[in-house]
């Protein structure tokens, strides 16, 4: 599904090089919810901008679906962006203007595919999300969890290869996050989704079947789900505080 | 129906509409401005008035290149906060996977309906804002025949040129918009702040003295480069002013991001962080402010000082009617006068006649090359001098002068620069006698013989000897009312009897002058008879400023002084209105951004507990350096510079000319008291946007 090879990125800030990645390689199966855990400039979200094409990387490759991202043109990339991908951000980025079901229809919309199979699209996941009492609502009547399970919903309309999340609870209380990682959970099962999410929270990551620990741009570990959760995320929790030197 | 882009961009753009209201109105009222005001300049009425190449017709396009660079920066403004605005919708759609061409589309339809909707109704409004405007005034101050409102259709060109050059300008932005490829740039655009990071603690002080320097120099430089470098001042001698905006920047930028007091700068902490970041673009809206202010109470304060001059002068008059006519007319008798005054139950009395003469007097004739260096040629007959003996000035004034023999009084207007006046000889232009001379000293007056050289008895005699009558003058002067309706009457008839008792021969302005006709025509040149006047128009304001022997009648000239500055005043009122709009409509814009950006600030403090007092206040504060700062700096420093012209036109700064500015200072009180009231609605609403 995803292959990510020897990725190198790197910022400049005047005549200063701050590389960013250095070498990441790692690769997602078909169905699979992936997380990416680090600290704070560890690269989790230069990662996720890279293989969303939102960023030019500096060296390496990423393969969606077998295909070479960086070989791609401008067309091709808004094809990508719109058909295989899907994104769900830390601040939702839904349109104001729009309402709920219309900020779900909106790839849809783009694509020029408006026809009534879009709009049965939306309700039904409006259905899973069980957000179909808020469809005709705008964002700014409803609570951050509705919003971002909007995003997810908006993410999926178009049956994308990969759904990307960029800290998708980081902007939630407990009980909405959980909201959302259970959205997340409905999209795999339900769906088939293929979720790779970067997020801080060893919460949402314990529900991954999959956690990639990044440090100092590098892969420091991958580290993959048992059968308990809170197993799962005790054992995150341990090699967080191993990688940042605080291990006991 | 099925859901199309262009159907959900429609309701965005329904839910939007504050903003493309806003865009909307910026560009339709700068184009608006912009109309009005080439409508007005280019108008017959005004170009007929105000002398190609004079000073009030400099002021004119120097104001309107002024409103125009305003404009300008303005709807740049305007655009980039729109685009700014449309980069979250634009960058959404961009990471969901639209395509350029598709976000093109969308864009061109947007600006292209705001521009054209804005130009079409600037355009279209341009013309009957400018009339609406002047015919207003027209009809409410003064109504004269000249006050006529012509339409040139060429007005209208400006307004078109600046639309197409605005419409361009905000379609490359579009472009370059458009063409952006980093996503997360184009989203995040909107939360994007200009924050001014470094201000010195010299920006201050530096900007107020390169202020005064660019006044300064701005004001003096022409002066230095034709005095003393004899140089025709080049066009990029200009670039001295240059100090002034640049001050202007440096002076405002301290003043909102480091502020005056100096104490306490937690206390202020959310409205001084909130200006900072948005610092950059503010600061230039406040320097815009400013300069517009400025140009506006500039053009403005032309009325008030040249009719407390006029009116003073009038008021300081050794005798309430005189009038001087040549000697080969055939005038008014003082029996003809007497009995008019009868007629009009004018009491009148001191009835004097003296007479005066026209000789040439010599001085030297600025020649200038094709490269702007300037020479002098002495000419021995230069330029017409009249002159009167010391006699009969003791006769029509009772002040005694007695230059020494080969020596002169000149009497000088008390707001001229004249310290000294450089006539060495005086010939006369029929016998060719030449009488060297100097000057004994330089004498304020007020009365008919303004500019006349006083000779001693013998001098007089000697240098006008066989004079013949055209070059010879007889001066009236008497005493009487000039209070009373009757004294007005009388007044007008007397001086329609001296018109109907001039000749052909007389039919010419202050500026024809016989003695530079014939230098010109023994050079082989051509003497240009600039301002022609005619008998036709003697109603009019033009021939009341011009005709070289209009009387002096203080009744008539008091009741008219308004009337005859009716195009100057109404053209210069016109000049301020328009400032004035362009200057509370970009206070009202940068006002309204505060209330549309800071939202989510202020949502913030309210949840982080401050209350409403605070937030008011907070708000408040910010626009009251928005709205206090420029205007105050803008108004403050043009009267500064006003005073500074006044008083490096003579040396001094007479008291008519204390008692205009005084009244120019009244102006700026009244728009202070305009802009506050102003500035209480535009606040209020704002508090209302913000719901605190």
């Known amino acids: 599904m995803l292959q990510v090879k020897d990725l190198y990125k790197s910022y400049q800030v005047g005549r200063q090089t701050y590389p960013v990645l250095r070498g990441i390689t790692f690769s997602i199966e078909p169905g699979e919810f992936v997380s990416v855990m680090g600290p704070s400039g560890s690269g989790k979200t230069t990662l996720l901008n890279c293989i969303s094409c939102y960023i030019p990387f500096d060296q390496g490759e990423i393969l969606l679906d077998g295909q070479d991202i960086s070989k791609f043109n401008e067309t091709d990339l808004s094809h990508l962006r719109n058909q295989k991908l899907g994104f769900v951000f830390q601040d939702f980025m839904l349109l104001d203007g729009l309402t709920v079901k219309e900020n779900i229809m909106l790839p849809r919309i783009l694509s020029g595919q408006t026809d009534k199979e879009m709009e049965r699209s939306a309700d039904r996941l409006c259905q899973v999300f069980d957000i179909s009492h808020i469809q005709e609502k705008y964002p700014a009547e409803i609570s951050g969890g509705e919003k971002q399970r909007t995003a997810v919903a908006r993410a999926l309309i178009n049956h994308p290869l990969l759904v990307l999340a960029d800290e998708p609870t980081g902007n939630l209380d407990s009980k909405s996050g959980r909201t959302v990682i259970e959205s997340f959970l409905q999209a795999q099962h339900s769906l088939n989704a293929t979720i790779f999410m970067v997020t801080h929270d060893s919460y949402a990551a314990s529900f991954c079947d999959r956690v990639i620990l990044l440090k100092d741009g590098v892969v420091h570990k991958h580290l993959k789900s048992g059968k308990d959760r809170k197993e799962f995320q005790k054992e995150l929790l341990d090699s967080i505080q191993e990688m940042s030197g605080e291990g006991r | 129906m099925s859901v199309t882009l262009r159907h959900i961009y429609r309701k965005m753009r329904r839910q939007n509409r504050s903003q493309y209201l806003l865009m909307f109105l910026c560009y339709f009222v700068s184009i608006l401005l912009i109309t009005a005001y080439g409508v007005v300049m280019e108008s017959p009425t005004i170009r007929n008035v105000l002398p190609e190449g004079g000073d009030s017709r400099k002021m004119l396009y120097m104001i309107f290149a002024l409103t125009l660079l305003g404009c300008l920066i303005f709807i740049n403004y305007a655009s980039g906060l729109f685009l700014r605005f449309k980069s979250r919708e634009f960058g959404i759609f961009m990471a969901l996977g639209a395509e350029k061409k598709q976000l093109q589309r969308l864009l061109s339809e947007d600006l292209l309906l705001l521009t054209a909707c804005s130009a079409f109704g600037g355009l279209l409004l341009g013309v009957p804002l400018a009339a609406g405007i002047w015919n207003f005034f027209r009809f409410a ?270 009497l000088d207007s008390p707001e001229s620069s004249e310290s000294t006046i450089s006539i060495t000889q005086l010939t006369n232009p029929v016998t060719g006698k030449v009488l060297p001379v100097k000057a004994a000293k330089v004498l304020p007056e007020y009365s008919i013989l303004l500019s006349h050289l006083v000779l001693n008895d013998s001098d007089y005699k000697e240098i006008s000897r066989g004079l013949t009558p055209q070059w010879q003058e007889e001066v009236v002067c008497f005493h009487g009312d000039k209070d009373s309706e009757n004294a007005y009457l009388f007044s007008r008839e007397l001086f329609d009897q001296i018109l109907a008792h001039s000749s052909k021969d007389c039919e010419i302005s202050d500026f024809y002058d016989r003695i530079a006709k014939a230098y010109y025509e023994s050079e082989g040149m051509t003497y240009e008879d600039y301002l022609k006047i005619s008998y036709e128009d003697a109603d009019s304001m033009g021939f009341a400023n011009s005709w070289k022997y209009y009387p002096d009648f203080s009744p008539m000239d008091v009741r008219d002084s308004l009337k005859n500055l009716s195009v100057f005043l109404m053209t210069f009122l016109f000049i301020f209105l328009i400032c004035l709009m362009s200057v509370l409509v970009i206070l009202y814009t940068r006002s309204i951004t505060l209330g549309l950006s800071c939202r989510q600030v202020y949502e913030d403090l309210k949840r982080l507990g401050a209350s409403r007092a605070y937030l008011r206040k907070s708000v408040s504060r910010q626009l009251f350096s928005v709205f206090v700062s420029p205007t105050l700096t803008g108004a403050i420093g043009i009267w500064g510079y006003f005073l500074l012209v006044l008083y490096a036109n003579s040396g001094s700064i007479s008291s008519a000319e204390w008692i205009g500015a005084g009244v120019c200072f009244l102006l700026v009180l009244t728009l202070a008291v305009i802009l506050f009231f102003f500035y209480r609605r535009v606040r209020n609403k704002v508090y209302r946007m913000l719901n605190i």
């Not at chain 2, 001191?350 to 030297?364: F, K, L, P």
């Open chain 2, 141 to 410: 101050i003064i109504n004269t025949k000249e006050m006529v409102f012509s339409i040139s259709w060429s007005g209208l060109l400006y307004g078109l040129f600046f639309a197409v050059i605005s419409i361009t300008a905000v379609f490359l932005k579009g472009v370059f918009f458009i063409g952006r490829t980093n996503i997360l740039d184009v989203i995040k655009e909107q939360r994007k702040s200009e924050p001014v990071k470094d201000v010195k603690f010299w920006y201050g002080w530096g900007g107020i003295l390169m202020i005064l320097l660019g006044g300064f120099l701005g004001y003096y430089h022409s002066a230095f480069f034709i005095q003393v470098l004899k140089y025709w001042p080049p066009v990029w001698a200009n670039v001295v002013y240059a100090f002034v905006p640049v001050g202007l920047y440096l002076f405002l930028l301290y003043t909102v991001i480091r502020g005056w007091s100096g104490k306490n700068s937690y206390k202020n902490i959310v409205s001084r962080s909130i200006m900072k970041f948005q610092g950059r673009q503010t600061v230039r809206n406040m320097c815009i402010i400013a300069l517009l202010t400025a140009g506006g109470l500039f053009a403005m304060f032309y009325a008030p000082i040249t009719q407390c001059t006029r009116l003073y002068s009038i008021g300081q008059r050794t005798f309430e009617y005189a009038f001087f006519y040549r000697g080969d007319e055939e005038m008014v008798t003082q029996k003809d006068i007497e009995k008019l005054a009868e007629k009009h139950q004018v009491p009148i009395h001191s009835y004097t006649e003296i007479s005066s003469a026209t000789v040439a007097r010599d001085g030297y004739r600025d020649l200038y090359s094709d490269s702007g260096a300037i020479s002098e040629e002495y000419v021995e007959q230069l330029s017409e001098c009249q002159i009167v003996s010391a006699s009969d000035y003791k006769k029509l004034t009772g002040k005694t002068l007695d230059p020494a023999p080969g020596e002169f009084c000149f």
